[in-house]
């Protein structure tokens, strides 16, 4: 079994919705998060760049089959954008659940 996190705007989340549901996913879960991008370089002395993002955070159980399509469509779906902010996923492994 496996673990798929998938992190996106919140702009994103009826895509990411129809990824799963097209992929063959019978459930997941989600919830909202604040995003964060550590910058180094201060360009604006008055804007701080800690000012979160509203994004999402998927939390997917998936067996192997519909892993490889849900990252392919992922991967097409940021291919597809001119926009800065993709969806990211991650796929973990589970040894034990219960």
């Not at 008055?46 to 999402?56: A, G, I, N, Q, R």
């Not at 926009?83 to 990211?88: C, R």
Request: hydrophobic share 40%.
């Amino acid at each position: 079994m496996k673990l798929l996190l998938i992190t996106c705007i919140q702009e994103y989340e009826e895509n990411v919705k129809e990824i799963l549901k097209h992929s063959g996913v019978k459930s997941f879960s989600y919830q909202s998060v604040k995003g964060y991008k550590n910058e180094n370089e201060i360009s604006n002395w008055f804007v701080s760049s800690d000012v979160p993002t509203k994004s999402l955070l998927f939390t997917v159980f998936i067996e192997n089959q519909c892993m490889d399509d849900i990252f392919e469509r992922i991967e097409k779906f940021n291919t597809d954008r001119t926009a800065l902010s993709k969806v990211h996923v991650a796929c973990l492994v589970v040894d034990q659940s219960i």
